[in-house]
């Protein structure tokens, strides 16, 4: 059986792929990222341990059974350091500006719903946030509308945010972070979507131009002619996460457009049927602005559902590394090679490939010929890009055990 390419993906005829097992239904239970775990991740992406009491050591309760019963009410309260553990509930237009450093927001007892009905911080969102070292666990983000239409369930403007199983519902932006090279942000395990229809300034997930982002088991769907997920920063790791447009009206994606170094590791990758924009993936669309520019697509699933056809990835010629490896893709036969490209064992896939395409299923058929043709492909500033876990839907990740034989795609079990 011949190999992976250097020139162009494999094409495999659909009749090697029939005849196998049905899929499987145990999705489990939602599992992050644990300390310790082997997945061979930099410090700066691992999770923090959550530390009862932050800093200070103090906890303060919010909620209705509370002397505290608002967000509002505890951000003009609260100490850097603080814990907040806010009661499960919904609080209807209760927005807040955050600016305490070693800040921790956790819900308890169930989530905490942020539903804005009209409300808004600083004209900009639900919460803005500005400190360092900041985590919210737990909370849903509804209906951030702000007069200038570009409101957001959470608005980044300095500091650093760890954001741990939140969603983002019907908001103008799901989370909007502003242009300061010091910001770090680290999405672990959150829901973004489905975003309120605008005027493409609707994006599920827009990052400015800061120093880190870090994206891992998050789940990205129905955007409406913004991006699903847009980042400008230095430094993009986006490991293991879903993004599927389904029947959305995303334009990207998946967008870094001014460039900088994306790692783009074990994500599925999806376009729907109804997307106006020809492109999945975008580099460096709007010019190259970071000192290094380099694309590292490894081990993606990507499926193009456009009834047109669609392109997989619009890439800026001056960047300095351009390395696609281990890819499956489905829809056209077509990714062109470039001279400065690192580009080999991708390959071409029809819809029957993967156990079951139309709910969202791509991992490979079990019999498939492709398993086991994956390579090694090397690592990025001491990142390993061999993946050690696999997304898990809803929002969770899974173990790749030793010794699986290593794929292309997404999925390795």
């Known amino acids: 059986m011949p190999s992976g390419s250097s020139r162009s993906p494999l094409s495999l005829p659909a009749s090697l792929e029939s ?67 806010v009661q499960a509930g919904d609080y209807i237009g209760d927005v807040a500006v955050w600016p305490q450093d070693d800040l921790t927001l956790r819900a308890v007892g169930g989530r905490a719903r942020m539903l804005a009905k009209g409300a808004h911080a ?68 959150c829901d973004f979507g489905a975003i309120a229809p605008g005027e493409g300034r609707t994006h599920n997930c827009y990052v400015g131009a800061i120093g880190k ?45 001014n460039g900088g170094v994306a790692l783009v590791m074990g994500n599925v990758i999806q376009q729907s049927p109804s997307s106006e924009n020809y492109h999945l993936i975008a580099y460096g669309s709007e010019g190259l602005s970071n000192r290094r520019n380099e694309l590292h697509l490894i081990n993606n699933t990507l499926v193009d559902r456009r009834q047109a056809g669609g392109v997989y990835l619009r890439m800026a010629q001056q960047a300095q590394k351009l390395r696609l490896i281990n890819n499956l893709l489905c829809g056209k036969h077509e990714l062109p090679a470039g001279p400065d490209r690192e580009q080999h064992h991708n390959y071409f896939v029809e819809l029957d490939s993967f156990v079951d395409a139309d709910r969202y299923d791509f991992r490979l058929r079990p019999e498939s ?45």
């Open 122 to 189: 600083q004209g900009k969102g639900i919460f803005v946030t500005t400190g360092k070292r900041m985590t919210i666990e737990g909370f849903d983000f509804v209906g951030a509308r702000v007069p200038d239409r570009n409101g957001a369930g959470i608005r980044l403007e300095r500091g650093s945010l760890t954001l741990r199983d939140c969603r983002f519902q019907d908001n103008e932006n799901g989370l909007l972070a502003g242009n300061d090279g010091s910001i770090e942000l680290r999405i672990d395990g």
């Open 369 to 413: 010929p492709l398993i086991g043709r994956a390579v090694d492909a090397g690592a990025v500033d001491g990142q390993a890009l061999k993946p050690a876990m696999q997304y898990q839907h809803p929002c969770g990740l899974k173990d790749v055990p030793a010794g699986t034989a290593y794929s292309p795609g997404a999925f390795q079990v």
């Open 19 to 85: 005849g196998l097992r049905e899929p499987r239904t145990d999705i489990g239970r939602r599992r992050l990222l644990q300390a310790g775990a082997a997945v061979a991740l930099p410090p700066w992406l691992l999770p923090v341990q959550a530390q009862r009491g932050g800093a200070s050591g103090a906890v303060m309760h919010v909620g209705p059974d509370h002397p505290v019963k608002t967000l509002a009410a505890a951000a003009s309260q609260a100490k850097p350091g603080m814990t907040i553990e």
């Open 213 to 257: 982002l870090s994206v891992v088991a998050s789940y990205f769907h129905h955007g409406a002619s913004g991006h699903l997920l847009k980042s400008r920063a230095a430094m993009n790791h986006i490991f293991y996460n879903r993004l599927t447009d389904e029947t959305g009206r995303a334009s990207f994606e998946l967008e870094f457009p």
